[in-house]
């Protein structure tokens, strides 16, 4: 019951670290992966690769791969609608929190 206890209130900007030089390198991974300006764009495949010469995504050997570089989507991330780093941390948070 005391580690439930301890789930509900949890936030990851809190958590213990032994070394920390670890917390910049968690933060990160968790901003990775719980940004949804990272995720592709949603496709719809219909009979055309490119919609007046512009491609409508790109791929590599992979799959698909993001318009746009981690850099830009922090340049203009205030002025778009996706969360900040830390909406996204709350999101986390909620997600560890259950």
Same mark, same amino acid.
């Given at each position: 019951?005391?580690?439930?206890?301890?789930?509900?209130?949890?936030?990851?900007?809190?958590?213990?670290?032994?070394?920390?030089?670890?917390?910049?390198?968690?933060?990160?991974?968790?901003?990775?992966?719980? @940004? !949804?300006?990272?995720?592709? /764009? =949603?496709?719809?495949?219909?009979?055309?690769? $490119?919609?007046?010469? &512009?491609?409508? *995504?790109?791929? @590599? !050997?992979?799959?698909?791969? /993001? =318009?746009?570089?981690?850099?830009?989507?922090? $340049?203009?991330?205030? &002025?778009?609608? *996706?969360?900040?780093?830390?909406?996204?941390?709350?999101?986390?948070?909620?997600?560890?929190?259950?």
């Amino acid at each position: 019951k005391s580690m439930l206890d301890q789930m509900s209130h949890f936030d990851i900007r809190n958590a213990k670290c032994t070394l920390e030089s670890d917390r910049r390198i968690i933060m990160e991974q968790v901003l990775s992966l719980f @940004d !949804e300006a990272l995720e592709p /764009p =949603l496709s719809v495949t219909f009979d055309a690769s $490119e919609v007046s010469g &512009i491609p409508i *995504y790109m791929k @590599d !050997e992979e799959g698909s791969i /993001p =318009l746009i570089s981690r850099d830009a989507i922090a $340049e203009i991330r205030e &002025i778009t609608s *996706y969360p900040t780093h830390d909406e996204i941390i709350d999101q986390f948070n909620a997600f560890v929190r259950g």
